[in-house]
């Protein structure tokens, strides 16, 4: 079965300090991966996804970049954290035309 | 862009009631629609979906209702149960097969 990994589960950062939020896929090949921000009582907005290796599609300019080195890896990176990057971030998979399978999310606070 | 509403952002009913979740459309376009649910500090998990060339799915005590002359989508829970209770998102996917997720409802279940 497919399983979907993200870590850290909480993470409190400084202004300014880098981030790197790792998600990992298993059990399924070349899924489409997805990364989005859930603020406190909103929905969910995309900010990233990639349907290949080295493939970024950005969805909204941000503090924010990403990258896919692996075909089961995509991660979520900043150079300098802002306050307004404190949220929810949550990974997801899927395959062409179906649903997607989120993780548990990683809860950021920037102080 | 286009925009995937909720009509009610809190929905309390009585344990074993049937619950029925709201969600409005826009993008005439959509052809792919899932409804997920999410439970505090958790990812969201898929519950159901459908496609526009159906206009009710049922699955184990839900059933999703689309109705594309008015762009409307429903989530009908039957005897709702406390273990219910948690936010559910309406999402919309077109051609890309990229949801856009709508706000959200929290559905609250009275012991």
């Known amino acids: 079965s497919q399983t979907i ?5 909480t993470l409190v950062q400084p202004v300014g300090s880098p981030l790197s939020l790792e998600c990992t896929v298993e059990g399924t090949s070349n899924p489409n991966l997805y990364w989005y921000r859930q603020a406190a009582g909103r929905g969910l907005q995309l900010l990233f996804y ?3 290796i080295g493939q970024i599609s950005s969805e909204v300019p941000q503090n924010l970049s990403a990258s896919r080195p692996q075909d089961r890896q995509f991660i979520l990176s900043s150079k300098k954290l802002l306050l307004s990057d404190s949220g929810f971030y949550l990974c ?3 395959q062409q035309g179906e649903s997607l399978h989120f993780g548990n999310g990683t809860r950021l606070t920037v102080t | 862009g286009e925009s995937v509403g909720l009509h009610l952002p809190t929905l ?4 074993g009631d049937n619950s ?3 969600c409005a459309y826009s993008n005439s376009a959509s ?3 899932i409804w997920y649910k999410q439970e505090s500090g958790k990812g969201p998990q898929f519950i159901i979906d459908i496609r526009s060339n ?15 002359t008015v762009k409307h989508l429903s989530l009908q829970i039957a005897a709702t149960q406390p273990g219910d209770s948690a936010v559910y998102f309406c999402a919309e996917a ?3 097969y990229i949801p856009t997720f709508g706000r959200g409802t929290s559905l609250i279940v009275h012991p």
């Open chain 1, 92 to 94: 997801a998979w899927s």
């Open chain 1, 5 to 9: 990994h993200q870590w850290p589960a």
């Open chain 1, 50 to 52: 990639s349907v290949g």
């Open chain 2, 31 to 33: 052809d792919y629609f």
């Open chain 2, 54 to 68: 159906m206009d009710k799915r049922q699955g184990q005590r839900v059933t999703v209702l689309l109705n594309k």
């Open chain 2, 12 to 15: 309390s009913v009585q344990e």
């Open chain 2, 94 to 96: 077109g051609g890309s």
């Open chain 2, 20 to 22: 029925i979740i709201n």
